[in-house]
């Protein structure tokens, strides 16, 4: 296993000793063993350096769990152990909601306050500057990743939320 590749993390520097996690994969015969948790831990012990989540999958989600790396709010929705961060391009509209947001100018790394919900699958964002959205403080719903697209029927978690259909 020494000499093995069984997995990847990519980070994006965002500005000094900022990073996000921008993708993380660690082969199937590997997982479940901590070993992504072992390399953030290692990497957030290094004085003064930021990591962001950009935009985390379900498995992602589920592995933040498993660490105590998230809190709960409310039932299953809970709040990062690791500062989340999406682009304004990343949020969900439609043509019922559309109005309510303004994101003809691109923005990236949006921070903001997000929470996760493990029913949905979804990452919400609350919006406390009206950075994407018409008022201040709205609530955002994050697109997902395009694994968990592929892998999680979304039409049917959206069609539960009158707003979406």
Not at 2 to 7: A, L, N, Q, T, V
Not at 86 to 101: C, H, L, W
């Given at each position: 296993?020494?000499?093995?590749?069984?997995?990847?993390?990519?980070?994006?520097?965002?500005?000094?000793?900022?990073?996000?996690?921008?993708?993380?994969?660690?082969?199937?015969?590997?997982?479940?063993?901590?070993?992504?948790?072992?390399?953030?831990?290692?990497?957030?012990?290094?004085?003064?350096v930021y990591l962001y989540?950009?935009?985390?999958?379900?498995?992602?989600?589920?592995m933040l769990k498993k660490?105590?790396?998230?809190?709960?709010?409310?039932?299953n929705i809970v709040g990062?152990?690791?500062?989340?961060?999406?682009?304004?391009?990343?949020?969900?509209?439609?043509?019922?909601?559309?109005?309510?947001?303004?994101?003809?100018?691109?923005?990236?790394?949006?921070?903001?306050?997000?929470?996760?919900?493990?029913?949905?699958?979804?990452?919400?964002?609350?919006?406390?500057?009206?950075?994407?959205?018409?008022?201040?403080?709205?609530?955002?719903?994050?697109?997902?990743?395009?694994?968990?697209?592929?892998?999680?029927?979304?039409?049917?978690?959206?069609?539960?939320?009158?707003?979406?259909?």
């Amino acid at each position: 296993m020494d000499d093995e590749i069984i997995g990847f993390i990519t980070f994006k520097h965002l500005e000094e000793k900022r990073f996000s996690i921008e993708e993380c994969y660690i082969k199937p015969e590997f997982r479940g063993r901590g070993i992504i948790h072992e390399e953030f831990l290692k990497i957030g012990s290094i004085p003064n350096v930021y990591l962001y989540a950009r935009k985390p999958n379900y498995a992602f989600m589920c592995m933040l769990k498993k660490h105590g790396l998230v809190e709960t709010i409310l039932g299953n929705i809970v709040g990062l152990g690791i500062e989340n961060l999406s682009d304004s391009d990343d949020v969900y509209i439609n043509s019922k909601i559309g109005e309510f947001y303004d994101l003809k100018t691109p923005i990236k790394n949006l921070y903001a306050d997000y929470v996760y919900d493990f029913d949905s699958k979804l990452i919400y964002l609350q919006d406390v500057w009206g950075n994407v959205s018409r008022k201040p403080g709205m609530i955002a719903v994050i697109r997902p990743r395009k694994s968990d697209l592929e892998k999680y029927d979304f039409e049917k978690t959206f069609k539960k939320y009158d707003i979406f259909h």
